[in-house]
C-alpha cells in the first residue's frame, strides 16, 4: 500500500480515506474514522479531497467491491 501511495501520489487525506475503504476484511478503526471526520468539519480543503476519494472509491467494480 505504501507503494501504491508514493506511485499514484495520494495526499495524506486521500491515503487515510483508501486506508479506511480498503479490501480488509475488518472495519476501519473508531479512531481513523474519527480523524477523517474532525478534518472534514474543520478543514474545507479536506472535505473535497474526502469526498472524491469516496466517489472514486463508490465507483470501483470487480474484485474492488469492499471498497463500498
Avoid at 6 to 12: A, K
Amino acid at each position: 500500500r505504501i507503494l501504491s501511495k508514493v506511485l499514484d501520489s495520494y495526499s495524506d487525506m486521500q491515503a487515510k480515506v483508501r486506508s479506511a475503504t480498503s479490501n480488509d476484511p475488518w472495519s476501519p478503526s473508531g479512531a481513523a474514522m474519527n480523524e477523517l471526520l474532525k478534518l472534514h468539519i474543520t478543514r474545507k480543503h479536506c472535505f473535497i479531497e474526502i469526498m472524491e476519494m469516496i466517489d472514486k472509491r463508490l465507483n470501483d467494480h470487480g474484485k474492488n467491491w469492499r471498497h463500498v
